[in-house]
């Protein structure tokens, strides 16, 4: 069975940082481009950072600079570090694993940003 774990979200002030986990089990895990993508209340959930299999990385515009993602074959392990914080990124954050038209979801993990 497929699942995809992830951890590390909660309550930050505005300037702060967290950073996001996510262990895909059930999968080839170094075959698969991992992203996060995050949806707030009222708006539909939007990508925010990818990996793939090469390592190569793309970002949305709202996290350039601020947001890292990486990953860690050995470990099994995709990884957002999210730096200066805003109000604004207060969201559910998904773990997504893509490989061709195949893609699975994780639960969700609550991003809460206080001004």
């Known amino acids: 069975q497929v699942q995809l774990v992830e951890s590390g979200g909660g309550l930050v002030q505005a300037g702060g940082s967290l950073r996001l986990s996510c262990e895909p089990s059930?999968?080839?895990?170094?075959?698969?481009?991992m992203g996060w993508y995050r949806e707030a209340p009222g708006k539909q959930r939007e990508l925010v950072a990818s990996?793939?299999?090469?390592?190569?990385?793309s970002y949305a515009d709202s996290a350039k600079g601020r947001f890292t993602i990486s990953r860690d074959n050995a470990k099994n392990t995709v990884y957002l570090q999210m730096n200066s914080l805003r109000p604004e990124d207060t969201a559910v954050y998904y773990c997504n694993a893509r490989l061709w038209a195949s893609q699975v979801w994780g639960q969700g993990t609550q991003v809460t940003v206080s001004s």
């Open positions: 059930g999968i080839i895990f170094s075959i698969y481009t």
């Open positions: 990996v793939s299999r090469d390592y190569s990385t």
